[in-house]
């Protein structure tokens, strides 16, 4: 099961997963052709947050009219731009399983594509503005940015940065043979809707305007409902102070050091702090999740009653509350990406 990309929890194993947790793993191996994705392993004590982060990815990246190359091209340039070198890598491998065997290479040394429709495709994933897609594609060029807001974070918080056993995935051969491995099942026309009844029956708010009723904005409706309910591990005080620093946030990766949360945390009892820490970390520097961080969480108990607490269910604790400052930061991102997609803009895909 790969045990050494996991860094705090002991996923569900796919021979002893039930019900919608086994449902899950079944459409990954069907539609992605991996059932053992840490990614979502990861996530798998949580299988609320689980279920919903699949469905987005599912109705978004695979499902869906948009070329996949560029949808790996957005995936690709929101991985970058949010540092996760685990996301970076797989993406990378994905393009080669597309045909674009140079493309990934190129976008993560650093380059522009030469096709100035990736380059543009590129430039909006990492930086948001007039959005480069016709409004009919944006349920899925939205939904992939912001899946993988979600999902870089998850994967950084969660996960070691190895992909494949002794980093292999950082030789270009390696992700090459990979992606042509993985060619024939990357380059399918998967229906969109399947996925949809694993998150039958969760909580969701109102679906986004981008999506106009598509499936990915039903998962994304689902997905920032379960996930914004691990804010409930936090007291009230922990909860509004996280979303209120990632609102006033810029974007930018925070300063070394730790003045950007000392200064917000030093208003906070001492019950409250660790939980709000770790989820301002998973928001905002999930690559700085140390292992001091999850142990002080997991040591303290809130000075005032909340839903929950660490330690009655651990693992499961612990994706709620980085899936809280995960989705947190995503809704943060969304206005960027999606200025206009609610007026015609004209098929530039």
């Not at 994905?94 to 650093?110: C, D, M, N």
């Not at 100035?116 to 495709?121: I, R, S, T």
Request: glycine share 10%.
């Amino acid at each position: 099961m790969m045990a050494g990309s996991f860094r705090y929890v002991t996923p569900v194993a796919p021979q002893a997963a039930t019900g919608r947790i086994a449902g899950v793993y079944a459409q990954l191996a069907n539609d992605f052709g991996l059932a053992r994705m840490p990614v979502f392993l990861t996530l798998s004590p949580a299988e609320e947050v689980l279920a919903a982060t699949w469905a987005l990815l599912r109705e978004s990246l695979l499902a869906g009219r948009a070329p996949r190359t560029g949808k790996e091209v957005v995936a690709l340039g929101v991985s970058m731009a949010n540092r996760c070198p685990y996301c970076v890598a797989a993406h990378t491998t994905l393009l080669h399983a597309t045909g674009e065997h140079r493309l990934g290479e190129s976008i993560a040394r650093g380059d522009t594509p030469e096709d100035p429709v990736h380059a543009a495709l590129l430039a909006w994933a990492r930086g948001g503005g007039a959005p480069p897609f016709p409004a009919e594609l944006a349920p899925e060029y939205v939904g992939t940015a912001l899946a993988f807001h979600f999902i870089n974070r998850i994967a950084s918080a969660l996960l070691t940065e190895n992909l494949l056993p002794a980093n292999l995935q950082k030789s270009r051969l390696v992700r090459s043979v990979g992606g042509r491995a993985m060619a024939r099942l990357v380059r399918r026309r998967l229906p969109p809707g399947a996925s949809l009844p694993l998150i039958s029956g969760l909580p969701a708010g109102p679906e986004p305007a981008w999506a106009a009723g598509a499936p990915a904005g039903t998962a994304y409706a689902a997905l920032r409902a379960v996930a914004e309910s691990g804010g409930e591990l936090l007291t009230d005080a922990a909860r509004a102070l996280v979303r209120e620093t990632v609102a006033d946030w810029d974007g930018e990766h925070p300063p070394m050091g730790n003045a950007w949360l000392d200064g917000p945390l030093a208003a906070l009892p001492d019950g409250g702090r660790a939980g709000a820490r770790l989820a301002l970390l998973a928001a905002l520097a999930p690559y700085r999740v140390t292992d001091a961080d999850v142990a002080a969480w997991r040591g303290a108990r809130p000075d005032e009653d909340v839903a929950a607490w660490p330690g009655t269910r651990p693992d499961e604790d612990l994706v709620r509350l980085c899936a809280f400052g995960a989705i947190t930061a995503t809704t943060h991102a969304e206005p960027r990406l999606t200025a206009s997609t609610e007026a015609p803009l004209g098929d530039r895909s």
